[in-house]
């Protein structure tokens, strides 16, 4: 399977970008960011400069190919979530890119971005993931959420590809998670989710009576 990460390492700087959508238009996009990155790469030296250089390319490949795609009864689709910290940066940022070149920007009130197909595992994310969240736990929760979404989508398995930027490292640690690797969690997400549901019998049982039904023992 091919990977939805490409990492980007330059002289002081760092990017990761993840997409979702048609694997041709993300294929031409990553190509013409990559040749102006080398172009132009020290000209870029805010985040924001760089996804606005991809959502150029974005718009160029839109320009190229879109009614292509129409004839084709396709419609252009390319959503990117791109972190990065580059050489002016003070920070890492994390943004989502629409296929419309506009971004929004990771922030305390949404401490997460997601994109593909979202709407199984999105539940988990939404209750137990903090802003304040450590890259451990965040792991753990992307983990969980990638097997809720798997269990439910007959479009989404294995394998998992991971990266992991810490802040002023300049540098991001890739690894890709085989179904040998993800099986455990797997294992143990189902029987904490059953085990969950048996113990809800106590707070339901006054539900349950008031419909006529004999809760749990």
């Given amino acids: 399977m091919a990977k939805k990460i490409a990492v980007h390492r330059g002289d002081g700087h760092t990017m990761f970008i993840l997409t979702s959508g048609l694997r041709s238009v993300r294929d031409k996009a990553i190509t013409y960011f990559e040749e102006r990155l080398r172009r132009n790469e020290h000209d870029l030296t805010r985040s924001y400069q760089a996804v606005n250089a991809l959502a150029e390319e974005m718009r ?21 979530i791109v972190g990065s910290q580059m050489t002016e940066d003070d920070a ?4 989502l890119l629409y296929p419309q070149g506009n971004w929004v920007e990771v922030s305390k009130g949404t401490p997460y971005l997601i994109i593909g197909e979202t709407r199984f595992g999105k539940p988990i994310l939404d209750r137990a993931l903090r802003y304040e969240a450590s890259l451990e736990e965040s792991l753990r929760l992307g983990v969980l959420s990638f097997n809720s979404t798997e269990a439910s989508s007959a479009d989404v398995g294995p394998p998992m590809d991971a990266v992991v930027y810490r802040a002023d490292s300049y540098d991001a640690s890739e690894h890709r998670f085989g179904a040998e690797e993800l099986e455990p969690i797997a294992q143990f997400w189902q029987g904490a989710i059953e085990h969950a549901v048996e113990q809800s019998a106590a707070p339901f049982a006054a539900l349950a009576r008031s419909i006529g039904l004999d809760p749990a023992p």
Avoid: M, Q, S, T
């Fill in 60 to 80: 160029r490949v839109y320009n190229e190919d879109n009614e292509w795609l129409l004839k084709a009864g396709l419609h252009f689709d390319l959503h990117c």
């Fill in 92 to 95: 890492p940022h994390l943004f």
